[in-house]
């Protein structure tokens, strides 16, 4: 990683902790800079303003970390139940693992402007592509219920996922939100699963490969 590279994360990061903590709309690029330790005027030769500092953080957020992530970890599995469980799983861990981040792009990231918003777009299509993908699979296979389109089963899926980690981060008890994972995972199963198909499956995963543990 190059100075440039190294510097582009310290201001990101600096930011992740400033809107956390303040909000964004009464976060600065001067409490960001002196967050990172650094001039204002380095943070402009990386991005215009504010907004564009929250986009950025967005969009490597969902586009170019959690995505990828979510992509490779379903690939080459033949069952789309078990895709369905490491995606499930996969999202919970990874805002679990940062409250910081999560209260970001739960929060502060929807009270934002319309550019904003719009910036946000390919992330979460990308996202949603995914959710299609494993849900359309499922149908293909018999596995998953056909009488509900994939987007509809899709809204249900990240619906619920997104309300899963609203409420973790609002919530003034103290839980691992990946405690839910089982829970949340038998939930969406029920909701897309075709109980007409034969073969019997565990609806939590009790092989060590799928432990949430």
Not at 137 to 165: H, M, N, P
């Amino acid at each position: 990683m190059n100075k440039k590279e190294i510097k582009y994360g310290l201001i990101l990061n600096a930011a992740k902790s400033v809107f956390a903590e303040m909000g964004y709309h009464k976060a600065s690029v001067s409490k960001i800079a002196k967050k990172a330790g650094i001039g204002d005027g380095t943070v402009y030769l990386y991005f215009s303003n504010k907004e564009d500092i929250l986009k950025k953080l967005f969009h490597n957020t969902i586009h170019d970390d959690l995505s990828p992530k979510a992509e490779e970890l379903v690939e080459g599995i033949n069952d789309p139940r078990l895709k369905l469980y490491e995606f499930v799983r996969n999202h919970l861990h990874y805002f679990g693992d940062d409250y910081t981040l999560s209260r970001i792009i739960q929060i502060e990231a929807r009270q934002s402007s319309s550019e904003i918003r719009e910036a946000m777009k390919p992330g979460i299509r990308r996202y949603f592509t995914l959710i299609e993908a494993i849900i359309e699979d499922g149908q293909k296979k018999g596995v998953f219920r056909k009488d509900i389109s994939k987007k509809t089963a899709r809204q249900v899926i990240f619906g619920s996922l997104d309300e899963v980690v609203t409420c973790w981060v609002l919530s003034s008890r103290t839980y691992p939100l990946s405690s839910k994972v089982d829970e949340v995972y038998r939930a969406l199963l029920t909701a897309v699963y075709n109980f007409s198909f034969i073969e019997n499956f565990p609806w939590t995963m009790q092989p060590k490969e799928f432990s949430t543990k």
